[in-house]
């Protein structure tokens, strides 16, 4: 992970965290690598983690997550239900 990548994503993150987040079905947003096949790549995203990973034909339109949110990857990633302990 590059300083670079990093410190743009993060910057990118909190620019758009509380629209990602009024978004249905979304639970969390973070910085990390792009998943792949169930393998990290060395790719810097914003990760989008979703209760559960939808088609978009069940979507409505404000709540699809872009690919790209000012020029950062965006990464969705199925975690289901966060609860805290």
């Not at 792009?34 to 559960?52: D, K, P, S, Y």
């Amino acid at each position: 992970m590059t300083e670079e990548a990093l410190e743009r994503a993060l910057r990118v993150k909190e620019r758009h965290l509380a629209e990602l987040l009024s978004k249905a079905n979304v639970v969390s947003v973070g910085v990390g690598y792009r998943q792949r096949a169930g393998q990290l790549t060395e790719e810097v995203v914003l990760v989008v983690n979703v209760m559960r990973k939808l088609p978009l034909y069940q979507l409505r339109p404000q709540d699809v997550i872009p690919p790209v949110l000012d020029g950062v990857p965006v990464d969705v990633q199925e975690s289901g239900a966060v609860r805290a302990l």
